[in-house]
């Protein structure tokens, strides 16, 4: 089992930053893809960035957001700058189980998910 708890959400205003954090325990390896999705009231949950042996971004995030990993801490780290309005949700960290090279995008694709913390951004 994977235990993923994300933290670092908060309000802030548009054209703001804020960094997440999720720290993995468990029986997690650095070789395990990982992922942020977030969901807002009444939507799918939506792919927002994903890391394995390479980085992936959700076309409406690129520029934006940076995704990355501390592999010694078992860390995995958001970076969201420019914030917009409509970036306002709950964002998850998740986490395959096995080692994977390419980061997926759909939910589907990974096996473990953390809580989830509030992003709110306002205009």
């Known amino acids: 089992q994977v235990q993923l708890v994300e933290s670092g959400g908060g309000l802030v205003q548009a054209g703001g930053s804020l960094r997440l954090s999720c720290a993995a325990s468990g029986r997690f390896f650095s070789s395990y893809c990982m992922a942020w999705f977030r969901q807002a009231p009444g939507k799918e949950r939506e792919f927002v960035a994903g890391?394995?042996?390479?980085?992936i971004y959700a076309d409406s995030v690129k520029g934006r957001f940076t995704i990355s990993r501390d592999n010694a801490k078992n860390m995995l780290y958001l970076q969201m700058n420019s914030l917009k309005p409509e970036d306002t949700a709950v964002y998850y960290c998740a986490s395959t189980g096995q080692s994977i090279a390419a980061p997926g995008r759909r939910p589907g694709d990974y096996d473990y998910w953390g809580q989830g913390t509030q992003v709110t951004v306002s205009s």
């Open positions: 890391i394995g042996l390479m980085t």
